[in-house]
């Protein structure tokens, strides 16, 4: 069946870096992204990548994180750096095939 299977997010200090990976099955995806949600905030894109290699990232996280995939392993990668106490949230994977679905989320913390 179709499933996206995300690494485990961590504790990161401010300024670290951090990288996420979804991986998929079952299809391959035509856009993959990652959403996330910071604690009483909405769900919010932070960056997509479409089959084409075409990307799309949130203003908050511009120039900071980079949004790549793997056809061949049928993963989408989230790496962040420059890492803010702003970006502490569930980091969700999303992907598109017919429908949405969805990663199960990942928690990132940005502390000091």
């Known amino acids: 069946q179709v499933q996206l299977v995300e690494s485990v997010g961590g504790l990161v200090q401010p300024g670290g870096s951090l990288r996420l990976s979804c991986a998929a099955s079952g299809v391959i995806f035509s856009t993959m992204g990652w959403y996330r949600q910071a604690p009483g905030k909405e769900r919010e894109l932070v960056a997509r990548?479409?089959?084409?290699?075409?990307?799309n990232y949130a203003d908050s996280v511009k120039d900071r994180f980079t949004i790549s995939r793997d056809n061949a392993k049928n993963t989408v990668y989230l790496q962040m750096n420059s890492l803010k106490p702003e970006d502490t949230a569930v980091y969700y994977c999303?992907?598109?095939?017919?429908?949405?679905?969805w990663g199960q989320g990942t928690q990132v913390t940005v502390s000091s």
């Open positions: 990548i479409t089959s084409g290699g075409n990307t």
């Open positions: 999303n992907a598109w095939f017919a429908r949405q679905f």
